[in-house]
T-cell receptor, first 113, second 115 residues
Framework: DAEITQSPRHKITETGRQVTLACHQTWNHNNMFWYRQDLGHGLRLIHYSYGVHDTNKGEVSDGYSVSRSNTEDLPLTLESAASSQTSVYFC????????????FGPGTRLTVL | AQTVTQSQPEMSVQEAETVTLSCTYDTSESDYYLFWYKQPPSRQMILVIRQEAYKQQNATENRFSVNFQKAAKSFSLKISDSQLGDAAMYFCAYRSNFGNEKLTFGTGTRLTIIP
């Protein structure tokens, strides 16, 4: 079955380190998204991509970057991790335009000490 | 900017009973989509139900149904015959149909099922 996976599921890192969270989907969806989930805020959009080599900033993009070199993967990089980036991160994908729904990965819990 | 408000941080219901979760939203657009997602302890975000704003008929998925009131900008979720497996956080979400992929989420309602 097609699916969307994230790795690692849990990560502990130190302030200032570079961290990359992986997201892989096998649906061949064009659109992919990264969200962070914090108490009291629901999910907030970090970055999104409409296809290979396309990336766009979401509402909380500072300190994060993404790159899209193929359809299946959208890695999220924290260039210099900060304690404020401790959160649960979700990747999602959607086939394209129209009424298609975003489907979410299982999430990555990141702790920055 | 669109906003989504869930005014009930926590709700509880007896098993087999019916519960309604509230959601209101604010937008100036006429064409959009609304969603309810369920997040169980496993943290996976699972789509429960979807409503297109241009459809007047309320969406239904088995025991889950919505009451969509476009003029009032209200989108409540009704869960009938509640089951223990329904216990989770429920998030209401909005998406514009005008080329903006952003899903705007509410802050969630934690639903507890009482055996």
């Amino acid at each position: 079955d097609a699916e969307i996976t994230q790795s690692p599921r849990h990560k502990i890192t130190e302030t200032g380190r570079q961290v990359t969270l992986a997201c892989h989907q096998t649906w061949n969806h064009n659109n992919m998204f990264w969200y962070r989930q914090d108490l009291g805020h629901g999910l907030r959009l970090i970055h999104y991509s409409y296809g290979v080599h396309d990336t766009n900033k979401g509402e909380v993009s500072d300190g994060y970057s993404v790159s899209r070199s193929n359809t299946e993967d959208l890695p999220l990089t924290l260039e210099s991790a900060a304690s404020s980036q401790t959160s649960v991160y979700f990747c999602a994908s959607r086939r394209g335009l129209g009424t298609d729904t975003q489907y979410f990965g299982p999430g990555t819990r990141l702790t920055v000490l | 900017a669109q906003t989504v408000t869930q005014s009930q941080p926590e709700m509880s219901v007896q098993e087999a009973e019916t519960v309604t979760l509230s959601c209101t939203y604010d937008t100036s657009e006429s064409d959009y989509y609304l969603f309810w997602y369920k997040q169980p302890p496993s943290r996976q975000m699972i789509l429960v139900i979807r409503q297109e704003a241009y459809k007047q008929q309320n969406a239904t998925e088995n025991r889950f149904s919505v009451n969509f009131q476009k003029a009032a900008k209200s989108f409540s979720l009704k869960i009938s015959d509640s089951q223990l497996g329904d216990a989770a956080m429920y998030f209401c979400a909005y998406r514009s149909n005008f080329g903006n992929e952003k899903l705007t989420f509410g802050t969630g309602t934690r639903l507890t099922i009482i055996p």
